[in-house]
Nanobody, 128 residues
Protein backbone atom coordinates (compact mmCIF):
# COMPACT_ATOMS: atom_id res chain seq x y z
CA UNK A 1 0.00 0.00 0.00
CA UNK A 2 1.40 3.38 -1.05
CA UNK A 3 0.31 6.61 0.57
CA UNK A 4 0.93 10.16 -0.56
CA UNK A 5 0.09 12.75 2.07
CA UNK A 6 -0.01 16.43 1.20
CA UNK A 7 0.33 19.27 3.68
CA UNK A 8 0.95 22.99 3.76
CA UNK A 9 -2.26 24.31 2.28
CA UNK A 10 -4.21 27.15 3.84
CA UNK A 11 -5.86 30.52 3.43
CA UNK A 12 -3.61 33.33 2.26
CA UNK A 13 -3.91 36.72 0.60
CA UNK A 14 -3.01 37.51 -2.99
CA UNK A 15 0.73 37.99 -3.32
CA UNK A 16 1.57 35.67 -0.43
CA UNK A 17 3.54 32.43 -0.59
CA UNK A 18 2.91 28.86 0.49
CA UNK A 19 4.99 25.70 0.36
CA UNK A 20 3.20 22.41 -0.13
CA UNK A 21 4.80 19.13 0.86
CA UNK A 22 3.95 15.59 -0.15
CA UNK A 23 5.41 12.64 1.73
CA UNK A 24 5.33 9.16 0.24
CA UNK A 25 5.20 6.06 2.41
CA UNK A 26 4.38 2.40 2.15
CA UNK A 27 5.43 -0.36 -0.16
CA UNK A 28 4.08 -1.66 -3.40
CA UNK A 29 5.50 -3.61 -6.30
CA UNK A 30 7.08 -1.16 -8.69
CA UNK A 31 6.97 1.76 -6.29
CA UNK A 32 10.33 3.22 -5.35
CA UNK A 33 9.96 6.94 -4.76
CA UNK A 34 13.46 7.84 -5.93
CA UNK A 35 12.91 6.28 -9.35
CA UNK A 36 9.57 7.84 -10.19
CA UNK A 37 8.50 11.16 -11.65
CA UNK A 38 6.28 13.19 -9.33
CA UNK A 39 3.67 15.79 -10.13
CA UNK A 40 1.33 18.34 -8.64
CA UNK A 41 -2.17 18.84 -10.01
CA UNK A 42 -5.04 21.02 -8.84
CA UNK A 43 -8.80 21.14 -9.10
CA UNK A 44 -10.88 24.24 -8.57
CA UNK A 45 -14.62 24.06 -7.83
CA UNK A 46 -16.57 23.24 -10.97
CA UNK A 47 -13.45 22.67 -13.02
CA UNK A 48 -11.49 19.66 -14.19
CA UNK A 49 -8.26 18.62 -12.54
CA UNK A 50 -5.32 20.34 -14.22
CA UNK A 51 -1.58 19.90 -14.33
CA UNK A 52 0.53 22.30 -12.28
CA UNK A 53 4.11 21.01 -12.17
CA UNK A 54 6.15 17.84 -12.44
CA UNK A 55 9.68 16.72 -11.72
CA UNK A 56 11.76 13.84 -12.99
CA UNK A 57 13.07 11.07 -10.76
CA UNK A 58 16.43 12.78 -10.26
CA UNK A 59 15.11 16.31 -10.05
CA UNK A 60 17.12 17.33 -13.10
CA UNK A 61 14.06 18.01 -15.23
CA UNK A 62 10.97 20.03 -14.34
CA UNK A 63 7.80 20.89 -16.19
CA UNK A 64 5.28 23.66 -15.43
CA UNK A 65 1.89 24.80 -16.58
CA UNK A 66 2.06 28.18 -18.29
CA UNK A 67 -0.22 29.64 -15.64
CA UNK A 68 2.31 29.03 -12.85
CA UNK A 69 5.61 29.34 -14.67
CA UNK A 70 7.90 31.81 -12.93
CA UNK A 71 5.83 31.73 -9.72
CA UNK A 72 5.87 28.07 -8.63
CA UNK A 73 8.87 25.81 -8.11
CA UNK A 74 8.76 22.04 -7.74
CA UNK A 75 11.56 20.20 -5.98
CA UNK A 76 12.16 16.85 -4.32
CA UNK A 77 14.22 15.21 -1.61
CA UNK A 78 14.55 11.53 -2.42
CA UNK A 79 16.16 10.77 0.95
CA UNK A 80 12.98 11.99 2.62
CA UNK A 81 10.61 10.64 -0.05
CA UNK A 82 9.15 14.12 -0.27
CA UNK A 83 8.19 16.44 -3.09
CA UNK A 84 7.58 20.15 -2.59
CA UNK A 85 5.74 22.89 -4.38
CA UNK A 86 6.88 26.40 -3.53
CA UNK A 87 4.16 28.82 -4.57
CA UNK A 88 4.96 32.53 -4.72
CA UNK A 89 2.95 35.54 -5.83
CA UNK A 90 -0.27 33.63 -5.32
CA UNK A 91 -3.38 34.78 -7.14
CA UNK A 92 -7.08 34.17 -6.40
CA UNK A 93 -7.20 31.96 -9.49
CA UNK A 94 -4.72 29.61 -7.80
CA UNK A 95 -7.47 28.65 -5.36
CA UNK A 96 -7.99 24.89 -5.63
CA UNK A 97 -7.40 21.56 -4.00
CA UNK A 98 -3.81 20.57 -4.76
CA UNK A 99 -2.92 16.93 -5.27
CA UNK A 100 0.44 15.26 -5.54
CA UNK A 101 0.85 12.16 -7.64
CA UNK A 102 3.45 9.52 -8.40
CA UNK A 103 4.08 8.70 -12.04
CA UNK A 104 4.46 5.21 -13.43
CA UNK A 105 7.52 6.45 -15.33
CA UNK A 106 10.56 8.56 -14.54
CA UNK A 107 10.27 11.74 -16.55
CA UNK A 108 7.78 14.00 -14.78
CA UNK A 109 5.03 14.38 -17.35
CA UNK A 110 2.04 16.73 -17.57
CA UNK A 111 -0.27 13.85 -18.52
CA UNK A 112 -2.44 12.79 -15.55
CA UNK A 113 -3.08 9.36 -17.06
CA UNK A 114 0.60 8.56 -16.49
CA UNK A 115 0.20 8.87 -12.73
CA UNK A 116 -0.68 5.83 -10.69
CA UNK A 117 -0.78 7.01 -7.08
CA UNK A 118 -2.58 10.09 -5.85
CA UNK A 119 -2.81 11.89 -2.53
CA UNK A 120 -6.02 13.10 -0.93
CA UNK A 121 -5.30 16.75 -1.60
CA UNK A 122 -4.74 19.92 0.38
CA UNK A 123 -6.86 23.05 0.05
CA UNK A 124 -5.26 26.30 -1.03
CA UNK A 125 -7.43 29.41 -0.87
CA UNK A 126 -6.15 32.78 -2.04
CA UNK A 127 -8.23 35.83 -1.16
CA UNK A 128 -8.07 39.04 -3.14
Amino acid sequence: QVQLVESGGGLVQAGDSLRLSCVASGRSFGFTFSTLGMGWFRQAPGKEREFVAAISWSGSSTNYADSVKGRFTISRDNAKATVYLQMNSLKPEDTAVYYCAAETGHSGTYNPSSYRYWGQGTQVTVSS
